[in-house]
């Protein structure tokens, strides 16, 4: 029943961006401005798949941040397993792009969201390894980043 929810909402929103200009609604930006509106609100449902648009129309930095948006979608929603996989590809394309601060980030997430699912084995390597990357960032407060979490 979900999925059939998110398929019609996606269409709305294709229909709509269709209607809007002729195909090219709005920036990435503004997408993501709507989705952010709607993540708000708890309606996430709603949001992901306009973030899930905005990330076709991204440059490299706006699909970094729209992941990110994409990955607290799916873990408000319950979608565990769907939030750990794009955290996987997320963790890629950052270390691809030589941006340590979300690699980290990202990595200390999917840690902390294995050992939670109950395999410490596997979460605390991450976190660790987070760790070691926030420490080599620019930012001088990067190792403290880690500690809000």
Known sequence: MKQAI??????????????????????WQDLREQANDLYNQQRFDEALPIYEQALGKADTDGRLKLRQD??????AVGHDHEARQMM????????????RYVEAETKFALGEQLCQAGD????????HEAVGLMSQCKDSDAPYTLTFY
């Open 6 to 27: 998110h398929l019609i909402l996606l269409c709305a929103v294709l229909t709509l961006t269709g209607c809007a200009g002729g195909g090219n609604f709005e920036k």
């Open 88 to 99: 996987l590809a997320l963790m890629q394309d950052a270390a691809s792009q030589g941006n």
């Open 120 to 127: 410490k084995t596997a979460g605390y390597p991450y976190m």
């Open 70 to 75: 994409i990955i607290d979608c799916h873990l």
